[in-house]
């Protein structure tokens, strides 16, 4: 199984990869440097979470729909390739944006849309793989392993990135960007080598259930539990994630930072969410998930905290600091709530409700990010001053987090287990027929 772990972090990698260049630099390049809406810039970048709806049916497909014997793997291919086909084309788009409006938003469309369109189909199918190879027992260490990988490869990824545009051109971030693509493809492809046993398609699907639209959506909001996970989820994520588009142009209006060191803040960030991940893989089974969930929830709330703090004073040394807390606490937070998510699924039933779980991480990415962005526009509109609107933004995701800090006890995975096994009524009304 360790084999197996490494090869699903390696596809983790691959996909994480594709969000680095998009959500730091690129991102940072549009608002600072083309001097671009920082709303459409982050309706862009959200634009690939508008597919995340799909994820739920994707998940439920591809459980009962394999392709030549293997479930999660074809979709898993399809998604990465997509994946680097949108980073590849992005940098492009975005200077077409600033030389032709019109066309540049056709090409935006297209092309960040593609990458939308493969990191859903990518995500839940090897999350979905994820839960089923490593088993009840072993899902805590696949998820550290993977994670633990992840993050590693979007500190490398940012350092590299960082080297590669100092100092920038766009002929540079163009290059830069076609080597993550190419580097990302390659991992992908080294981890799906072999991963997944083929099986006997006609039986699988003979057994499975076939789930509508209005089954899928059930699932989630007949389930109380699994109401309150989704809804807390979409709080947490918005919060957390949501700041991807708008940390390092803070960065750069805020204390005048290069386009280099803004891109060093993602590696700092990185650097402490993987020191979070160890500590939480020592707390395996010492500390409830919740307790480190709540923990890692709470240090990201400070971290945001110290960052608007560092605006109002213009701190460096602060900022710095609210960046590191966000990351340890990010990493604490992640590794709990993705284990309870693991947990939050029922049997037969994996694909769907991981595919729930990535709507919910999808729609509160899009959700955080045009907000983020709407909200900066405005403030700085009618306060005529930019740093004023990252701010109050930041202020909001840490309100944000603390809904979802108070939402969390209650979680209860032993009722949403009671509610999830319960039969459906098509299935109690074919007992009673029996």
């Not at 090869?7 to 600072?32: C, D, E, W």
């Amino acid at each position: 199984m360790f084999v197996k772990r490494i090869q699903l972090g390696l596809i983790h990698v691959a996909v994480a990869m594709t969000l680095v260049p998009i959500n730091s630099t690129l991102n940072r390049v549009m608002i600072k440097e083309l001097a671009l809406s920082a709303t459409l810039v982050a309706i862009l970048a959200s634009l690939p979470y508008l597919f995340s709806p799909i994820q739920m049916a994707i998940g439920s497909y591809s459980d009962r729909h394999p392709v030549l014997g293997f479930r999660r793997t074809p979709y898993i291919l399809a998604g990465l390739i997509l994946c680097v086909l949108g980073v590849i084309v992005s940098p492009q788009v975005a200077f077409l944006i600033s030389r032709d409006f019109a066309l540049g938003i056709l090409a935006g469309l297209a092309a960040f849309g593609a990458w939308g369109m493969g990191f859903n189909l990518a995500s839940v199918s090897y999350l979905s793989l994820a839960a089923e190879l490593s088993g009840e027992g072993g899902r805590g260490k696949t998820i550290a392993t993977m994670w633990f990988m992840m993050i590693v490869s979007i500190i490398a990824t940012a350092i590299a990135l960082s080297l590669m545009v100092d100092p920038y051109t766009p002929e540079r971030l163009i290059r830069s960007f076609e080597i993550v693509a190419f580097a990302a493809l390659v991992f992908g492809l080294l981890g799906l080598f072999k991963l997944e046993e083929r099986f006997d398609n006609l039986a699988h699907q003979a057994g499975s259930e076939n789930y509508s639209l209005r089954e899928m959506v059930s699932a989630i909001t007949a389930n109380p539990v699994a109401r309150s996970f989704f809804l807390y989820l979409l709080l947490l994520l918005a919060a957390i994630l949501g700041q991807d588009v708008l940390l390092e142009p803070f960065g750069a209006e805020a204390f005048g930072m290069t386009v280099t060191q803004t891109t060093r803040i993602t590696s700092v960030w990185g650097t402490f969410v993987l020191a979070a991940i160890l500590v939480a893989g020592l707390l395996e089974g010492r500390a409830s998930k919740k307790i480190v969930a709540q923990i890692g929830n709470l240090g990201a709330l400070a971290g945001f905290l110290l960052i608007v703090i560092s605006g109002i004073r213009a701190d460096g040394n602060l900022f710095w600091a609210g960046v590191i807390l966000l990351g340890f606490g990010t990493g604490l937070s992640t590794v709990a709530n993705l284990s309870l998510m693991f947990e939050l699924t029922a049997p037969g039933k994996v694909g769907l409700y991981i595919g729930a779980w990535g709507f919910s991480n999808a729609l509160s990415r899009l959700t955080g990010s045009v907000l983020g962005g709407v909200v900066r526009d405005v403030v700085t509109g009618i306060s005529g001053h930019a740093l004023s609107g990252y701010l109050v933004v930041f202020g909001i995701e840490a309100l944000m987090l603390l809904a979802a800090a108070l939402m969390l006890p209650r979680i209860d995975v032993n009722a949403f287990s009671r509610r999830a096994n319960e039969p459906s009524f098509a299935e109690t009304a074919a007992i009673a027929a029996e």
